[in-house]
């Protein structure tokens, strides 16, 4: 499909600018969004590795590593969205850097969640074989490999452009958008295609695994449906990845039938495909799970007791008092 108009119409966005308190307000609610939403995941990570019943844990530890690049990815997407209204142009090798790793983590995200599916049908399906396949150790090696299969697509695109372009190029100054670095491979349409096969194996093992937890659900196990719930969760969190695949075809359309907010529909398309999916992790294990959620609460609302956690030393300051935390003997 061609969205050559809606390409044509964008570049007229990059060409206009906010006012400044247009542009203020915009970057007031990002940054309040991404602190809020980075808050939250971090403190899932220092929970995750204060406590050993989640770092000795592969269901966990899937999860912190999606925690993780979620917190990457955002912070990055924050970051260019401020110096796209600070400094405008960016230089193309600086700006190539970011997008490599912007791009690598938006991979990464689909392959974390169907590997977070499989775990989830080994221990509902095949419970007796769970300790036995998924280990630590292999979940840490699964996790290399997640690194090297998410590499794969972004790194033929660095290749195709340091091929294509000149090295005159790398040292001028741009805005820093991925149409405009990676010229050669965002208007071809066979890029898309290793995309859409990725995507769709990713499909199939959400569905599959969902399938093979629903009827063991049938048994009336708890643990059973639970998981079927949560890989419905991984599902809702991968159709709002895949927001990011059409967004030219979001944007090229809003633009058709709103030609006067062309810079309204670009920060929309912005909110909906690099922050509101970020929500979805701490929601799945950070608020559902029980377990998380009793240590969790303590860490969010700096309410930690020493009953509760004696292991820790933690200062934490309520109401104005500080309150240091017993330490176990």
């Excluded at 791009?103 to 509902?124: G, H, K, S």
């Amino acid at each position: 499909m061609n969205f050559s108009a809606g390409e044509s119409n964008f570049t007229v966005v990059l060409m206009e600018r906010d006012t400044f308190e247009t542009a203020l307000t915009k970057n007031i609610i990002v940054v309040a969004l991404c602190l809020s939403i980075n808050y939250i995941n971090s403190t899932l990570v220092h929970t995750f590795t204060k406590h050993q019943v989640f770092n000795t844990n592969p269901r966990y530890i899937l999860f912190i590593h999606l925690v993780v690049n979620d917190m990457l990815q955002l912070t990055l997407a924050c970051l260019l969205h401020v110096l796209s209204y600070i400094v405008y142009t960016l230089n193309v090798s600086f700006c190539c850097l970011l997008l490599v790793f912007l791009i690598f983590t938006t991979f990464n995200t689909p392959v974390n969640l169907a590997t977070m599916a499989i775990e989830r049908y080994i221990a509902v399906c095949l419970p007796l074989r769970h300790a036995q396949i998924c280990t630590v150790r292999r979940t840490y090696m699964v996790i290399g490999l997640m690194w090297a299969v998410s590499a794969i697509p972004i790194l033929k695109e660095v290749f195709t452009l340091l091929a294509t372009e000149p090295f005159s190029f790398f040292k001028t100054r741009i805005f820093c958008w991925r149409e405009n670095v990676f010229k050669s491979t965002t208007t071809s349409v066979n890029q898309y295609i290793p995309h859409y096969v990725f995507l769709a194996l990713v499909w199939l093992s959400l569905l599959y695994t969902y399938l093979s937890i629903m009827f063991a659900a049938r048994a009336a196990s708890g643990d059973a449906r639970k998981a079927r719930n949560t890989i419905l969760l991984h599902g809702l969190q991968l159709l709002l990845c895949m927001i990011s695949y059409v967004r030219s075809a979001l944007e090229g359309g809003l633009l058709y039938l709103f030609p006067t907010k062309l810079l309204e529909i670009r920060f929309f398309s912005y909110v909906i495909v690099q922050i509101i999916p970020r929500f979805v992790s701490p929601i799945v294990y950070g608020l559902r799970d029980q377990t998380f959620r009793k240590h969790l609460k303590g860490y969010l609302l700096c309410r930690v007791n020493a009953r509760t956690y004696p292991q820790n030393g933690t200062l934490c300051n309520i109401s104005g008092k500080r309150t240091r935390l017993a330490r176990r003997d």
